[in-house]
């Protein structure tokens, strides 16, 4: 699978995200505690923690799910604008989330997962009218994955991985500038896993931008150059892979001894 370059330009684009002292409360406890991180546009970057860390609430900030506290030195911009319309913004970005395979019908063809990308939906309605623009674009996103073949197939018979792709060439039909993947991994056995971290690189590699959060050392892929560090809702490190992907810093991450080993560009936690 050949993917071509998303977007030769080389006119300075505004920052995905640019984040100043910034805290999100999910309950009464703070998830994002005082966080200010930039992100460029086209940049491939991971946010890696454990569980709980307060990656998934990061998602959500981006995606207008949750919303920073008000105050006099917080500032979040996304794409270089403060204000958002929400269909505007999800136009922009690429999500690719486990709760959306959970909340798609099983009886959705993958065509109408892929297509109901456009309704920001998660399968096509009888009041959606897709037109045949779009249709196009759901095609060309079909061909982009590999999985033109599975238009017709029923989520409930596909196998993980293709539930995967799926839900990648859904968040590829509006042709946005980033693709955030959040644990992208999940349930997957090792052979999905290895088709989607190749998946991956053929996205990167084609100039589209890439922000993966996740708690998987191995998930990073050799295209990605940045990493940060999030515990207890806190960027602990952000830098360079090869200055922040180290045993040392990874055992204080997440609290328990690691080594790591690195092969063909990967890294793996032992």
Same mark, same amino acid.
């Given at each position: ?133 779009? $249709?196009?674009? &759901?095609? /060309?996103? %079909?061909? =982009?994955? +590999?999985?033109?073949? #599975? ?44 088709? $989607?971290?190749? &998946?991956? /690189?053929? %996205?990167? =590699?084609? +100039?589209?931008?890439? #922000? ?49 080993? /690195? ?8």
């Amino acid at each position: 699978m050949e993917l071509t370059s998303h977007n030769s330009s080389v006119t300075k684009r505004p920052p995905l995200l640019a984040l100043q002292h910034v805290t999100v409360m999910r309950g009464a406890r703070a998830a994002l505690d005082d966080v200010s991180l930039r992100i460029e546009a086209g940049e491939q970057v991971c946010i890696l923690g454990p569980n709980g860390c307060g990656k998934s609430t990061l998602i959500k900030t981006i995606t207008r799910e949750c919303y920073p506290l008000a105050t006099q030195q917080a500032s979040m911009a996304i794409l270089g604008r403060e204000r958002w319309d929400i269909f505007a913004l999800r136009s922009q970005l690429g999500i690719v989330t486990p709760d959306l395979l959970a909340s798609c019908a099983t009886d959705a063809t993958c065509r109408d997962v892929v297509l109901s990308g456009f309704f920001s939906a998660t399968r096509i309605f009888p009041h959606h009218s897709p037109s045949s623009d779009l $249709l196009e674009k &759901t095609n /060309r996103a %079909l061909d =982009r994955l +590999g999985i033109a073949h #599975l238009a017709g197939r029923q989520v409930a018979q596909m196998s993980s991985g293709e539930a995967k792709r799926t839900l990648i060439a859904r968040a590829l039909v509006h042709e946005p500038q980033t693709l955030l993947f959040d644990e992208p991994s999940n349930t997957l056995d090792i052979a999905a896993q290895q088709q $989607l971290r190749e &998946t991956m /690189r053929q %996205l990167a =590699r084609s +100039g589209l931008g890439i #922000l993966l959060v996740t708690h998987h050392v191995a998930e990073i892929i050799p295209e990605i150059g940045r990493i940060v560090l999030l515990r207890e809702g806190r960027i602990l490190a952000d830098g360079p892979k090869e200055e922040i992907l180290t045993a040392a810093r990874l055992t204080d991450l997440f609290g328990v001894p690691i080594h790591l080993v /690195r092969r063909d560009g990967h890294f793996h936690s032992v």
